[in-house]
């Protein structure tokens, strides 16, 4: 079946250092995968999208790269600050225009 | 920057009661969604919406949920009977267009659902 993997553990890292988050993902072949945050009690907020033939993706500290052979994405925030503490959703098309979620890993940056 | 408004933000309700969720898209998005997430678990997908029906559905999404878009702005789930594990955050999203390649799918705050 279908399984898509995050860190289950926390992620702490110091303010300014480079966050790395990874998704990871098996018996699937998803045409493009998105990154989600969420903050506690709200809804996902949608941050990047990187499609199947792409192989990295920016946008301003962000940056997420897609190996489709690995099957894994990785979601980078450089010079990470406290307001990025949240957790991060990895969600892959999940046929049918659907989303198929991971179970999040989340991020806290300390000063 | 328009927003999928939903409400209630938090309902109370006793096993067996009907419950509806109310979402309001943003105006020029034509599929709709509800997704749910259980405390501390992952969302989970359980109905797409198109062109007033159903575009597919997951396996949670039994006969005792329904979806309806009563007029040109709400998108309602209903949830006729419900129980215990029904408890959940239940987010409503909306895209304007879709297609293999992908696109930007916006979540509403969500509805706080606790049966007792």
């Known amino acids: 079946s279908q399984k898509i993997e995050q860190n289950s553990e926390a992620l702490n890292i110091q303010e300014g250092k480079t966050a790395t988050l990874t998704c990871n993902y098996t018996n699937y072949s998803p045409a493009y995968l998105q990154w989600y945050r969420q903050d506690p009690g709200r809804g996902p907020v949608f941050l990047l999208l990187?499609?199947?033939?792409?192989k990295e993706k920016r946008k301003e500290r962000l940056k997420v790269t897609f190996d489709t052979t690995l099957k894994q994405s990785l979601f980078h925030i450089t010079a990470s600050q406290p307001a990025d503490s949240a957790t991060y959703l990895c969600?892959?098309?999940?046929?049918?225009?659907?989303?198929?979620f991971g179970t999040g890993t989340q991020l806290k940056v300390e000063l | 920057e328009p927003e999928v408004t939903q409400t209630p933000s938090h309902q109370v309700t006793q096993m067996g009661q009907e419950v509806i969720l109310r979402c309001v898209p943003i105006?020029?998005?034509?599929?709709f969604y509800w997704y749910r997430q259980i405390l501390g678990q992952k969302v989970e997908f359980l109905v797409s919406?198109?062109?007033?029906?159903?575009?597919?559905k997951s396996e949670i999404f039994d006969d005792q949920f329904s979806v309806e878009r009563p007029d040109g702005s709400n998108f309602t789930l209903k949830i006729r009977s419900t129980k215990l594990e029904d408890s959940a955050m239940y987010f409503c999203?909306?895209?304007?267009?879709?297609?293999?390649?992908?696109?930007?799918?916006?979540f509403g705050e969500g509805s706080w659902l606790t049966v007792v």
């Open positions: 969600a892959l098309e999940g046929g049918g225009n659907k989303l198929t």
């Open positions: 919406f198109y062109n007033n029906e159903i575009s597919e």
């Open positions: 105006s020029n998005h034509l599929y």
């Open positions: 990187i499609r199947e033939n792409e």
């Open positions: 999203a909306s895209t304007e267009w879709t297609s293999s390649s992908g696109n930007t799918i916006y």
